[in-house]
C-alpha cells in the first residue's frame, strides 16, 4: 500500500473517531446555558478558529489528533461539570485544524495543480490532455468555455494518468470555426482530447494583487487554456451521465442564446450574469456602473438569489399543499437544479446548501434559534472546503448573513413590538422608549383596523394617541410600502456596516449610496427578470406579441443602470480607499468591538420590562459611559477605515524607485525623500478583443466591450492601495502607447492628482484621449516638458534628458518620442528611459555624460530594437532592470540584449520573474529589494 494513501486513511479515521466523540458529548445535557442556547454557533467558530491556526502553526496532524481526542475524552468525563463546553471547544478547534490538515496534505500526486506547482510540467509548455466535460459548453461572446475533468496526458510523448479540472477556452471569432465547433457536437459528458498549453502561474507578482492560483482554486479549477482551433479537438466518445442534468444544461443554453439574441448587449448581459450565473456577456460599462455602486453582487448568482428564488418557490407551492415535507422536497428540486443551471459554483452551491438546512429546520418542525442554523452551516461548508475561511467569497457571505441575524432582524422585531403596541396581559404598559421613536416605529407598525376589531371584542375601552403621520399613511394606502422599504434600507445599512472592513481589503471601495442602490437594483432586476421570462416564452411564439415585453424588460434595465449611472458620471456613488498594512491592520479587528458590543446591547433591550437594565428613554444601557464608549469607538474606527489618515507610509528621508510587474508594459512609482510621489507609467492592458452583436430587435450591431480587468485598476491601482495611498502626487506618461498610458486612466479615476506630466498631448491618440477626458471631468492640471526641463523634489532633481520641445504639443507620441529621466540624489543617478529606439538612443548619445546612472530601466522592455552597444557602456550602470511579462508575446527581452548589459558589468533583473523589483538610496548607500 502506497505510504501517501496509508498517510490519508490514518487521518481520516481519526476524524471520524473525533466526530464520533464529540456528538456523544454533545448529545448530553451540558450545563452551561450560553453555550445550550447556540451549541452550533459556538462550535462552527471554534471549528473555523482552528482551521486558521493550522494555517499559521507548523504542528503535524497527530499533535492536532492527541489535542482533540484527549479534549473529547476530557468534554465525555466532565459531562456534569460547567467548564466541559471549554474541552468541547478545544475538540472542536482540533478537529478544525485536523480537516485543514486533511484538505492540505492529501492532495493527490497526480492532481494537474500539484503537477504544475512543482513544476514537473511547465506552465504553457505543450500537452494533449484527455477527459469527460463535465458541464455543456459555457457560451461567451466570441467562443465558449469547457470545464474538463482531466484523465489522462500526453507530455513529451509520455502518456500519464492525470486528475483534476481544467477550464478551456475555445475561440470562435466567425461562422466557419463555429460550424467546425458544432460538428464536433461537445456536450455533458462528452470525452474529449484536446491539444493546448495549460497555464497555471502568477503574474503580475505586485504586493495587493490576488494571486491568480488562488483564485483557480477557490474555482476548483486546476488549470486553465485556449484551444486555438477546432483542428486541436478530437471528439472519442461519450461517457455515462444524468440525464436531468443533461436537460437542465441544455435549457441552460437556450435561455442563453435567447437572451442575447432577442436583447441589447446591456440588457441581455445583465439577464444572462443574474439569473444564469455567466459573467461571459456582461459588457464592461454596465459592470462598472454597478460596482461604483456597490450593487454588483446583484449580478452574479448569490445567496441574495438563491434566497428570493427559494421564497418564490415555496410561495407558489403553497397553494397546491400545506405538507412541509413535500414544500422541502419541491423547492430543494428546483432550487438545486437552478444552482446546476447557474453553474454550480461554489458560491452558489454553498447558499443553498444553507437554504436547505434553514428549510430542513422547518420541515421537522424546529424552529431552532437562527444562529444554530448559521452555525451547522459553517460546520457543514467548512468541512467540506476548509480553505474557504480565507476566501472573501466565505467571510463576506457570513458576515452579512451574521449582521442580518445578530443585528437587523432582532433590532427590526424590537421596533416591531415597539409600533404595534397595544395592551395586553405581556405587556400592559407601553415601551419606555422616547415619544420621538415610539411615534416613528407607529408610522410603520401600527394598523388601526386590527386595533379597533380587538377592542369590539373587549368589555372596556381605551384610548390610544399614535403617530399622527398615520392617517395620511393609510388614506394613501403606503403604509405596508414605507414598512419594506424602512426595513430593506435598515438591513442594508447594517450589513454594510458590518462589511465595512473586509470590502475595504478587498474591494477599496466605500460606497455612500449603496444603502439606496441596493434597494433600487434588487426592485427593478425582479421586474425585469420578470418581463425577460415573459418575453422569451412569447418570442417562441409569436414576434410580434413578444415585442412589447422585450421593450419593457430594456426599458427597465435602462432604469436599472441609469440611476447608479447618474451618480457614477457625477463620482458621487463610491470612495476607493486604500487599506492598512502592518500593525494598523488591527484597526479592522477592533471594528468589530463595538458592533459585537451592539449585539449584546441589543439582546438586553427590554422596551417592556419595568425594571430594565437597558432603558433608551433615560439613555441607560448597562451603563451610560460604555455605551458611549462603544458609540464614541464605533464612529472613530469607521472614520480610520473610511478617512485613513495614517495609512500612507510616512517620509523616510530615502528616494525609492519601485518598479512593478504589469506584464509588456511599464510602471513605477517615485516616493520623494519628503513623501511626494511621482507614478512614471501605469501599463496597460492585454488587448482584449471587440465584437459587433446584433438582437432580433435591433437595426444596427451594438459593440461589445467584454467586462475584463485593466492592467491600472487590477494591478498598478492594487499595489498602491496596498502601499496606503490614496493620492498620487503626480503621474506621468513618457509616450502614448497603451501598455504605458492606458493604466494611468485608471489612476487618475481611482485617485487624487495634482498634475499630470507630458512630452506631447496626441489627442487623436486613442489612450491618450480617453485619459485627457477623465483629466478634465476631474478638474487636475497636465503640464508638459521637454529636453533641458528639471523637476526638484525636496533634494532630488528629476532631469528631463528627451525628447526635444516640440511646436505642436499634438505631435506623434511613439517610443521614439518618449520621455528620458535621470534621477539624481546626492551620488546617485537613475535612468528612466521609456521606449527609446536606436535612433533616440544615438541622439542622447551626443552627451554621454549625462547617460552615466546606478540603475537603468532598459528602453523598450529589453527589445533588440534598443540598448546598441555605446548607449549601454555609456550608462555604467550597475543594475539594469528590464519591465517585462514572464513570457512576453513578443519574445522580450531579447537573449543578446541581456548578454550586452551583463558584458557591460550590470546586474539584470526582469519584472516577470522578479515581480516589484524595489530601489532606495539615501544618496549614499544603494538597497534592492524583490517581491519575490
Given at each position: 500500500m502506497p505510504n501517501g494513501f496509508f498517510h490519508q486513511h490514518k487521518l481520516r479515521n481519526?476524524?471520524?473517531?473525533?466526530?464520533?466523540?464529540?456528538?456523544?458529548?454533545?448529545?448530553?445535557?451540558?450545563?452551561?446555558k450560553n453555550f445550550t442556547l447556540y451549541p452550533l454557533f459556538w462550535l462552527a467558530i471554534c471549528f473555523a478558529f482552528g482551521i486558521v491556526a493550522a494555517n499559521f502553526l507548523s504542528f503535524g496532524w497527530l499533535v492536532y489528533s492527541a489535542i482533540g481526542t484527549l479534549s473529547a475524552v476530557s468534554t465525555i468525563a466532565f459531562i456534569k461539570q460547567k467548564f466541559v463546553p471549554i474541552f468541547l471547544f478545544v475538540a472542536f478547534a482540533a478537529l478544525g485544524a485536523l480537516y485543514f490538515q486533511v484538505g492540505n496534505q492529501t492532495v493527490a500526486p497526480n492532481r494537474v495543480k500539484k503537477i504544475y506547482d512543482e513544476n514537473r510540467i511547465n506552465s504553457g509548455d505543450p500537452i494533449e490532455i484527455e477527459g469527460v466535460l463535465q458541464s455543456a459548453p459555457e457560451l461567451a461572446v466570441g467562443g465558449f468555455f469547457l470545464t474538463l475533468k482531466t484523465e489522462k496526458a500526453i507530455y513529451k510523448t509520455v502518456e500519464t494518468e492525470i486528475s483534476g479540472s481544467v477550464r478551456l477556452f475555445a475561440a470562435a471569432p466567425d461562422e466557419q470555426i463555429k460550424g467546425e465547433y458544432e460538428f464536433l457536437n461537445l456536450n455533458y459528458g462528452s470525452r474529449i482530447r484536446v491539444a493546448c498549453r495549460l497555464r497555471r502561474e502568477n503574474s503580475f507578482l505586485n504586493a495587493g494583487v490576488i494571486s491568480q492560483t488562488e483564485i483557480l482554486d477557490g474555482q476548483?479549477?486546476?488549470?486553465?487554456?485556449?484551444?486555438?482551433?477546432?483542428?486541436?479537438?478530437?471528439?472519442?466518445?461519450?461517457?455515462?451521465?444524468?440525464?436531468?442534468?443533461?436537460?437542465?444544461?441544455?435549457?441552460?443554453?437556450?435561455?442563453?442564446?435567447?437572451?442575447?439574441?432577442?436583447?441589447?448587449?446591456?440588457t441581455s448581459g445583465v439577464l444572462i450574469a443574474s439569473l444564469l450565473g455567466n459573467d461571459n456577456f456582461l459588457d464592461k460599462r454596465t459592470a462598472e456602473v454597478f460596482r461604483d455602486g456597490g450593487t454588483f453582487h446583484v449580478l452574479v448568482i448569490s445567496g441574495l438569489h438563491i434566497t428570493f428564488i427559494g421564497?418564490?418557490?415555496?410561495?407558489?407551492?403553497?397553494f397546491f399543499?400545506?405538507?412541509?415535507?413535500?414544500q422541502f422536497v419541491i423547492a430543494n428540486l428546483f432550487l438545486w437544479s437552478y444552482a446546476l443551471a447557474g453553474g454550480a459554483n461554489v458560491p452558489v452551491v454553498r447558499a443553498t446548501i444553507m437554504f436547505t438546512i434553514l428549510l430542513f429546520s422547518q420541515v421537522i418542525y424546529r424552529n431552532g434559534t437562527l444562529l444554530n442554523a448559521l452555525g451547522l452551516c459553517g460546520l457543514i461548508l467548512l468541512a467540506w472546503r476548509p480553505n474557504d475561511v480565507f476566501t472573501p467569497s466565505f467571510q463576506l457571505t457570513f458576515a452579512s448573513v451574521g449582521a442580518i441575524i445578530l443585528t437587523a432582524f432582532p433590532l427590526i422585531e424590537k421596533l416591531r413590538l415597539i409600533g404595534s403596541w397595544s395592551p395586553s396581559v405581556e405587556n400592559p404598559f407601553p415601551p419606555k422608549v422616547p415619544v420621538w421613536l415610539k411615534r416613528f416605529c407607529e408610522m410603520f407598525y401600527w394598523r388601526e383596523q386590527v386595533w379597533e376589531i380587538e377592542v369590539s371584542r373587549q368589555l372596556w375601552t381605551v384610548k390610544l394617541f399614535k403617530s399622527p403621520y398615520l392617517k395620511w399613511l393609510e388614506a394613501k394606502n403606503l403604509q405596508t410600502v414605507f414598512r419594506y422599504i424602512f426595513e430593506a434600507m435598515l438591513v442594508s445599512l447594517i450589513v454594510q456596516a458590518w462589511l465595512l472592513p473586509l470590502s475595504t481589503i478587498y474591494f477599496h471601495r466605500f460606497s455612500w449610496l449603496s444603502v439606496f442602490l441596493n434597494l433600487w437594483v434588487g426592485v427593478v432586476i425582479a421586474l425585469e427578470s420578470f418581463a425577460a421570462i415573459f418575453a422569451v416564452f412569447l418570442v417562441n411564439v409569436s414576434g410580434a406579441l413578444a415585442l412589447p415585453f422585450v421593450k419593457i424588460t430594456e426599458m427597465l434595465n435602462w432604469l436599472l443602470v441609469a440611476v447608479?449611472?447618474?451618480?457614477?458620471?457625477?463620482?458621487?456613488?463610491?470612495?476607493r480607499i486604500p487599506h492598512y498594512s502592518g500593525a494598523m491592520k488591527a484597526v479592522y479587528i477592533l471594528y468589530f468591538a463595538p458592533l459585537i458590543y451592539s449585539v449584546f446591547a441589543l439582546n438586553g433591550w427590554k422596551p417592556f420590562a419595568l425594571n430594565s437594565k437597558f432603558q433608551i428613554s433615560n439613555f441607560k444601557i448597562f451603563a451610560p459611559p460604555k455605551l458611549r464608549f462603544a458609540a464614541f469607538g464605533f464612529l472613530s474606527l469607521l472614520i480610520l477605515i473610511v478617512f485613513h489618515p495614517f495609512s500612507a507610509p510616512t517620509a523616510d528621508g530615502r528616494l525609492h524607485i519601485d518598479f512593478l510587474d504589469v506584464g509588456q508594459g511599464d510602471s513605477a512609482l517615485l516616493t520623494f525623500p519628503n513623501g511626494e510621489t511621482l507614478l512614471v507609467d501605469g501599463g496597460g492592458r492585454i488587448n482584449f478583443n471587440r465584437f459587433a452583436v446584433q438582437s432580433e430587435y435591433e437595426d444596427e450591431p451594438e459593440i461589445f466591450a467584454p467586462d475584463a480587468p485593466n492592467i491600472g485598476e487590477m494591478v498598478v491601482s492594487n499595489f498602491l492601495w496596498a502601499k496606503g495611498y490614496s493620492q498620487i502626487d503626480y503621474i506621468l506618461a513618457t509616450h502614448a502607447d497603451a501598455d504605458h498610458i492606458q493604466g494611468l486612466s485608471d489612476i487618475a479615476e481611482n485617485f487624487r492628482v495634482r498634475t499630470a506630466i507630458f512630452a506631447r498631448t496626441p489627442l487623436k491618440n486613442a489612450e491618450?484621449?480617453?485619459?485627457?477626458?477623465?483629466?478634465?471631468?476631474?478638474?487636475i492640471e497636465s503640464a508638459i516638458v521637454s529636453r533641458g526641463d528639471v523637476l526638484t523634489f525636496d533634494d532630488v532633481k528629476v532631469e528631463v534628458l528627451y525628447p526635444e520641445k516640440e511646436a505642436n504639443a499634438e505631435a506623434v507620441s511613439n517610443n521614439n518620442h518618449s520621455l528620458v529621466l535621470r534621477i539624481d540624489f546626492g551620488m546617485?543617478?537613475?535612468?528612466?528611459?521609456g521606449d527609446i529606439e536606436k535612433e533616440a538612443e544615438k541622439d542622447l548619445?551626443?552627451?554621454?555624460?549625462f547617460l552615466a546612472a546606478d540603475v537603468i530601466k532598459v528602453a523598450h522592455h529589453g527589445s533588440r530594437t534598443s540598448s546598441i552597444a555605446e548607449f549601454v557602456n555609456a550608462s555604467k550602470a550597475r543594475l539594469a532592470i528590464i519591465p517585462v511579462g514572464r513570457k512576453s508575446p513578443f519574445g522580450h527581452p531579447h537573449s543578446e540584449v541581456v548578454e550586452r548589459w551583463k558584458t557591460a558589468g550590470a546586474k539584470v533583473l526582469t519584472t516577470g520573474d522578479n515581480g516589484t523589483i524595489s530601489v532606495s538610496t539615501d544618496g549614499k548607500d544603494l538597497q534592492l529589494k524583490t517581491f519575490e
Open positions: 481519526t476524524s471520524k473517531f473525533l466526530v464520533a466523540n464529540l456528538s456523544l458529548a454533545m448529545s448530553e445535557n451540558l450545563s452551561s476548483g479549477i486546476d488549470a486553465t487554456a485556449i484551444i486555438k482551433s477546432p483542428l486541436l479537438v478530437e471528439k472519442i466518445g461519450e461517457a455515462e451521465t444524468f440525464v436531468p442534468l443533461r436537460w437542465i444544461y441544455r435549457t441552460r443554453q437556450k435561455l442563453t442564446i435567447d437572451f442575447r439574441d432577442n436583447f441589447n448587449v446591456s421564497g418564490l418557490t415555496l410561495l407558489f407551492i403553497q399543499t400545506n405538507k412541509r415535507l413535500w447608479p449611472n447618474f451618480f457614477t458620471e457625477n463620482s458621487q456613488a463610491s470612495v491618450f484621449a480617453a485619459l485627457d477626458k477623465i483629466l478634465q471631468k476631474r478638474g546617485r543617478k537613475f535612468l528612466l528611459t548619445l551626443n552627451a554621454p555624460e
